[in-house]
T-cell receptor, first 120, second 113 residues
Framework: GAVVSQHPSWVICKSGTSVKIECRSL??????MFWYRQFPKQSLMLMAT?????????EQGVEKDKFLINHASLTLSTLTVTSAHPEDSSFYIC????????????????FGPGTRLTVL | AQTVTQSQPEMSVQEAETVTLSCTYD???????LFWYKQPPSRQMILVIR??????QNATENRFSVNFQKAAKSFSLKISDSQLGDTAMYFC??????????FGTGTRLTIIP
């Protein structure tokens, strides 16, 4: 089946530094990738939608200058948390939609294993 | 905007028993998709089952089945012969058109040995 990887799986950084998280579709091409944030014992909150070769679409309330998203190829999207602060500590999950599925069928959206970010 | 409600924050059941997780949603659309996702302690989101709104027949996947009541906007998940590996957070999700998935708040299910 389709696999989405994320790297790193966990990261600890100092306040004020930037952190980059990679999301890769390993065996399919993804026209669209999604970035979610999940706080402990809560649901997934969509942060942004990224389409290959174009600017990401951010959800209301998400700072686009703080959470930089790049979708440079059909298999790679990156989320960079700039000038991270302790309140940015969270679990970040990406998902990818299979390009081959006609009409962008939603059941072909595959999730990565997530990245736990801790900002000290 | 669509909303998804899961009214059971936590549930527990003995191993081998049957458990039903509830989900209701609100939408003015007629053609949409509904999903149940499982998030075990590993945090990996796993698709459990999907239902197309235009299909009257309830979806089933092995021990997992749904009770889809379109008029009532209800979409419950039944897990039969529950196993320890079913312990996880379960999220109900709604999808319409080419838009984002809308998730419910989740139900934490614990299977007791």
């Amino acid at each position: 089946g389709a696999v989405v990887s994320q790297h790193p799986s966990w990261v600890i950084c100092k306040s004020g530094t930037s952190v980059k998280i990679e999301c890769r579709s390993l065996d399919f091409q993804a026209t669209t990738m999604f970035w979610y944030r999940q706080f402990p014992k809560q649901s997934l909150m969509l942060m942004a939608t990224s389409n290959e070769g174009s600017k990401a679409t951010y959800e209301q309330g998400v700072e686009k200058d703080k959470f930089l998203i790049n979708h440079a190829s059909l298999t790679l999207s990156t989320l960079t948390v700039t000038s991270a602060h302790p309140e940015d500590s969270s679990f970040y999950i990406c998902s990818a939609r299979d390009r081959s599925a006609s009409g962008g069928r939603p059941d072909t959206q595959y999730f990565g294993p997530g990245t736990r970010l801790t900002v000290l | 905007a669509q909303t998804v409600t899961q009214s059971q924050p936590e549930m527990s059941v003995q191993e081998a028993e049957t458990v039903t997780l509830s989900c209701t949603y609100d939408t003015s659309e007629s053609n949409y998709y509904l999903f149940w996702y499982k998030q075990p302690p590993s945090r990996q989101m796993i698709l459990v089952i999907r239902q197309e709104a235009y299909k009257q027949q309830n979806a089933t996947e092995n021990r997992f089945s749904v009770n889809f009541q379109k008029a009532a906007k209800s979409f419950s998940l039944k897990i039969s012969d529950s196993q320890l590996g079913d312990t996880a957070m379960y999220f109900c999700a709604f999808y319409f058109g080419n838009e984002k998935l809308t998730f419910g708040t989740g139900t934490r299910l614990t299977i007791i040995p």
